[in-house]
């Protein structure tokens, strides 16, 4: 993932969702956890909300993400 600019994409996150890695949301709804590894280096960057895995994101596809969370 970090290869694929997972980097650059946690830090749209935390501005998206205004707040930073390792952190808790103003609402207590969201927390924004950084892992070494998900163990699917074919699909990074990706991300885990819940139960359910997101992978090959890019800035468009975690608003997509968000959005549906809605």
Do not use: F, H, W
Not at 19 to 46: F, Q, R, Y
């Amino acid at each position: 993932c970090m290869l694929n600019g997972s980097d650059e994409l946690i830090s749209y996150l935390e501005e998206k969702l205004d707040v930073k890695t390792g952190e808790i949301s103003k609402d207590g709804l969201v927390s924004v956890k950084k892992v070494e590894c998900l163990g699917a280096c074919v699909g990074g960057p990706m991300c885990q909300i819940g139960d359910q895995y997101y992978e090959n994101l890019t800035e468009k596809r975690i608003d997509e993400i968000l959005d549906g969370l809605k």
